[in-house]
């Protein structure tokens, strides 16, 4: 399994879909969804889950790892850009901006891509596929180890797509 995004030149995510880019929410939190294509997914693929994640976020947390996006039992193999804001057909997890750390954010509007805003220096992002047997029985708004919870025994292969973002 490969995936690629247009959103990642040369191992770097594009301005537009963190702090640099334009669309916002009302929390002033990027929202312009990265996009990825999935190709050769193994036989037996039903849905796939996704984890986008900041682990240089570590230091800057006071210990955790930002989590910007989770989406579950997606179909299709191509995600366009933006189509966090717009899709209907997957389920969105809650990103860390419902931290302490991300200002309390509701949870309806951190089960949305919640984009890069690294504070301190250039962050690499790590957008984790994983191909899934089954679809998930997990609900809108889940939370990270409920996603992992929930894939356990089912993950037929996973990819990591990596990429830099500075502000």
């Known amino acids: 399994m490969k995936v690629t995004s247009s959103g990642i030149m040369n191992g770097v995510i594009q301005s537009q879909y ?3 880019g334009t669309e916002f929410n009302e929390n002033h939190i990027p929202t312009y969804s990265l996009p990825f294509k999935v190709e050769n997914a193994p036989k037996g693929t039903v849905s796939l889950a996704i984890v986008l994640e900041d682990k ?9 790892v930002w989590i910007h996006w989770l989406a579950a039992n997606i179909t299709r193999f191509e995600i366009k850009e ?9 389920i969105q997890g809650r990103n860390s901006w419902t931290s ?3 200002g309390e954010q509701s949870a309806e509007l951190s089960c949305y ?8 220096k250039p962050h690499l992002y790590e957008l984790h596929v994983f191909a899934l047997d089954k ?11 409920e996603l992992y919870h929930a894939m356990d025994g089912h993950i037929l292969e996973q990819y990591t797509l990596k990429g830099i973002y500075e502000n």
């Open 113 to 120: 891509y919640g984009g890069m805003t690294p504070p301190d």
């Open 56 to 64: 240089d976020a570590y230091p800057v947390t006071g210990g955790f």
């Open 18 to 20: 963190g702090a640099r």
């Open 100 to 102: 302490i750390q991300g």
């Open 82 to 90: 933006n189509e966090s804001q717009t899709a209907t057909d997957f």
């Open 135 to 145: 679809m998930l029985d997990i609900k809108q708004g889940f939370l990270l180890n």
